[in-house]
Structure formats: structure tokens, C-alpha cells
């Protein structure tokens, strides 16, 4: 099995490359946006008050998914919260079943349809991002929720609805996780996780900052200490178990906010690169025996063109040239 599936924090990323026959008028809209016309009712929550609380700052990712194996993409969309986070009071994120349909005359109608609810989907949190993978192999998508304190999986049960299964899976953490990516690493048939974490935050130890003139302002990530990823090994039987350390993968972290998986070197095996904010990226590669490298330095992958770190945050991954390796297109601000 060689499924791989990539996700960002920010949001959820793909790539083509489209034929078209002609460019259109410079005034004619390439796109147009049609989230209320298809049922896409969505408001993204950040719950700020003044307190300045770094995660107000996030947005929050997408997942674009086929979860009921209908043949058309499904949308989950990460919800924000309050901080100090209340359960009770918070909005939950969403899951949108895509009700396509095709006339006899071939027109598409596109609708989706708010099943949060019904399908159990709706996890509670301050989230950050998600990513899909059947890590079970049941052939149904399931669901990895990251947040801001917090971790979720969701499996899929087949029949339209999802059960949290983060404590049986043995994946439960307290951390800041804000990307994740489902992958086989040791190429046993079952997906592994990579979960990219970002600073040692608590809204009660928040730090008073201010932007250059004395105003207060959002403190940098580089006030704070950041936390190192997770690797966990999918043990073919709903579990998974953590080799971060023995694996290598802590030997070296930053503020990690997006995670992409690809063959980077070509040997067949796939490696993990991770975006980080204000401090070197990481390219871990894959060593064949259970254990990474960071080979971000050596690659060039891991500073700027003057030798300094990015606050890197989005990542895709793609062969964009077409000459047969992968590439790496990472947003910084």
C-alpha cells in the first residue's frame, strides 16, 4: 500500500495542471464565490477579547475529503473557540456532505449539507488543522483533528457517522498540535502520523507585548519555547505508538505550523518536511530502518536565501516542474 496523504495548517492544499483551450477576457471571473448559494454556512470563531492570546492570531484548515465514498469531495471546516476555552460555549467545527448532482443534460448542481450532528463530526476545541487517512484500512477516510490543547481522531464508521477514538488510539495530547499528516513511513500497509506542534502557550502564563511604538500587541512565537513533533507507528490494530525519540525525529524542532510527506530523494521511502515559524525548517528523511535525519541545512530547505529562518507556516508538496522528483512550495510571512 502506498497511500500518502498531505495536510496544512492553514488550510487544505492540492495541485493540478488544467488544459485550456483559451484564456478568458482580462474582465471575465475565473472564480466565483458560491459558499452561500451551496449551503456552505461557515463562521470562523478566534474568540479574541483584548487578552492578546497567541492562537487568536490562527486561522484554521480544511479538509477536503470523500467521506461517504459517493464519489465527490466532502468539506470539514476547523472551528476556532474561546480562550480559556469553554466547551461549553464554544462552536464546534463542521462537516459538510457535498449532495452533487449531474441533470440528464449534464449541468452539475453543486449543494452541500450541514451533517455535523448527525455524523458526530463535531469536535469541540480550539482547532488549528486536519488531515485525512484511512489508518485503518476499513476503506473509509477517517478524520485527525488539531487544536490549540488538544488532539482528536475520528474514525469513520462506514455508515455516515464518526466515533472519537483518541484515547484507544493512543494518541491523547495536551499540546499545542497544529498540522498533521497521515503516511506509511515504514511501508508496513498502514498509515503512520506525523503531528507538527507549535510553542509551549497557556493562557494563564499569556506574556505582555508590545510592537515596536509601546502598543500592545500579539507577543512573537520566539517568546515562548517550541514544542517538539510526534511520530507515531500505526501498529495494524487501531494503535498507535509513539517513537518520536527513537525514531530521531526530536532531535531536532522549531515552532512547527504545517507538515508535508513526499518521496523528497527518490529511494522509495517517504520523508516528512516541517514548516516552522521563526526558526530553521526540518527536511527528515527517511532512513529505511525506522529513523529520520534532518537534512534541511545540507538540502537548502531549512533557511532563506540570506541564511535565515522564515516564519514558515503552509506547505504543498508536488512535482510543479514535471522532471520526476518533488518539490516544496512553503508560505512565510
Same mark, same amino acid.
Given at each position: 500500500?502506498?497511500?500518502?496523504?498531505?495536510?496544512?495548517?492553514?488550510?487544505?492544499? /492540492?495541485?493540478?495542471?488544467?488544459?485550456?483551450?483559451?484564456?478568458?477576457?482580462?474582465?471575465?471571473?475565473?472564480?466565483?464565490?458560491?459558499?452561500?448559494?451551496?449551503?456552505?454556512?461557515?463562521?470562523?470563531?478566534?474568540?479574541?477579547?483584548?487578552?492578546?492570546?497567541?492562537?487568536?492570531?490562527?486561522?484554521?484548515?480544511?479538509?477536503?475529503?470523500?467521506?461517504?465514498?459517493?464519489?465527490?469531495?466532502?468539506?470539514?471546516?476547523?472551528?476556532?473557540?474561546?480562550?480559556?476555552?469553554?466547551?461549553?460555549?464554544?462552536?464546534?467545527? &463542521?462537516?459538510?456532505?457535498?449532495?452533487?448532482?449531474?441533470?440528464?443534460?449534464?449541468?452539475?448542481?453543486?449543494?452541500?449539507?450541514?451533517?455535523?450532528?448527525?455524523?458526530?463530526?463535531?469536535? &469541540?476545541?480550539?482547532?488549528?488543522?486536519?488531515?485525512?487517512?484511512?489508518?485503518?484500512?476499513?476503506?473509509?477516510?477517517?478524520?485527525?483533528?488539531?487544536?490549540?490543547?488538544?488532539?482528536?481522531?475520528?474514525?469513520?464508521?462506514?455508515?455516515? $457517522?464518526?466515533?472519537?477514538?483518541?484515547?484507544?488510539?493512543?494518541?491523547?495530547?495536551?499540546?499545542?498540535? $497544529?498540522?498533521?499528516?497521515?503516511?506509511?513511513?515504514?511501508?508496513? /500497509?498502514?498509515?503512520?502520523?506525523?503531528?507538527?506542534?507549535?510553542?509551549?502557550?497557556?493562557?494563564?502564563?499569556?506574556?505582555?507585548?508590545?510592537?515596536?511604538?509601546?502598543? &500592545?500587541?500579539?507577543?512573537?512565537?520566539?517568546?515562548?519555547?517550541?514544542?517538539?513533533?510526534?511520530?507515531?507507528?500505526?501498529?495494524?490494530?487501531?494503535?498507535?505508538?509513539?517513537? $518520536?525519540?527513537?525514531?530521531?525525529?526530536?532531535?531536532?524542532?522549531?515552532?512547527?505550523?504545517?507538515?508535508?510527506?513526499?518521496?523528497?530523494?527518490?529511494?522509495?521511502?517517504?520523508?516528512?518536511?516541517?514548516?516552522?515559524?521563526?526558526?530553521?525548517?526540518?527536511?527528515?528523511?527517511?532512513?529505511?530502518?525506522?529513523?529520520?535525519?534532518?537534512? /534541511?541545512?545540507?538540502?537548502?530547505?531549512?533557511?532563506?536565501?540570506?541564511?535565515?529562518?522564515? /516564519?514558515?507556516?503552509?506547505?504543498?508538496?508536488?512535482?510543479?516542474?514535471?522532471?520526476?522528483?518533488?518539490?516544496?512550495?512553503? $508560505?512565510?510571512?
Amino acid at each position: 500500500m502506498t497511500f500518502r496523504m498531505f495536510s496544512l495548517f492553514v488550510g487544505f492544499v /492540492g495541485y493540478a495542471l488544467v488544459a485550456r483551450p483559451h484564456l478568458p477576457a482580462a474582465d471575465d471571473p475565473i472564480f466565483i464565490e458560491s459558499s452561500a448559494a451551496t449551503g456552505l454556512a461557515f463562521t470562523h470563531v478566534n474568540g479574541a477579547t483584548g487578552n492578546y492570546y497567541l492562537p487568536e492570531m490562527m486561522g484554521a484548515g480544511v479538509a477536503l475529503f470523500d467521506y461517504d465514498n459517493d464519489g465527490d469531495l466532502d468539506v470539514f471546516l476547523v472551528q476556532g473557540g474561546a480562550l480559556p476555552s469553554s466547551e461549553r460555549e464554544a462552536p464546534t467545527s &463542521r462537516l459538510f456532505r457535498n449532495d452533487l448532482t449531474i441533470g440528464a443534460d449534464g449541468r452539475r448542481t453543486l449543494h452541500f449539507t450541514d451533517v455535523t450532528e448527525r455524523s458526530g463530526a463535531g469536535v &469541540r476545541g480550539y482547532g488549528m488543522g486536519a488531515a485525512v487517512g484511512d489508518y485503518d484500512n476499513d476503506g473509509y477516510l477517517d478524520l485527525l483533528v488539531t487544536s490549540f490543547g488538544s488532539i482528536a481522531l475520528l474514525h469513520n464508521n462506514g455508515n455516515g $457517522t464518526f466515533t472519537d477514538v483518541t484515547r484507544q488510539a493512543g494518541i491523547s495530547d495536551s499540546a499545542w498540535s $497544529t498540522s498533521a499528516a497521515f503516511f506509511d513511513y515504514d511501508r508496513d /500497509g498502514y498509515l503512520d502520523l506525523f503531528v507538527a506542534r507549535y510553542v509551549d502557550f497557556t493562557a494563564a502564563a499569556n506574556k505582555l507585548c508590545n510592537d515596536p511604538v509601546g502598543t &500592545r500587541d500579539y507577543c512573537s512565537p520566539r517568546v515562548y519555547r517550541p514544542v517538539p513533533a510526534r511520530l507515531f507507528r500505526n501498529d495494524g490494530r487501531g494503535h498507535f505508538v509513539d517513537v $518520536t525519540a527513537a525514531a530521531g525525529v526530536s532531535k531536532a524542532y522549531g515552532a512547527g505550523l504545517g507538515v508535508a510527506v513526499g518521496d523528497y530523494n527518490g529511494d522509495g521511502w517517504l520523508d516528512a518536511y516541517v514548516a516552522n515559524d521563526g526558526t530553521p525548517n526540518q527536511l527528515w528523511l527517511n532512513r529505511h530502518d525506522g529513523t529520520f535525519v534532518d537534512e /534541511g541545512p545540507l538540502s537548502g530547505a531549512a533557511l532563506n536565501s540570506e541564511g535565515n529562518p522564515e /516564519g514558515s507556516m503552509g506547505i504543498a508538496s508536488g512535482d510543479f516542474d514535471l522532471d520526476g522528483d518533488e518539490d516544496l512550495f512553503v $508560505t512565510n510571512i
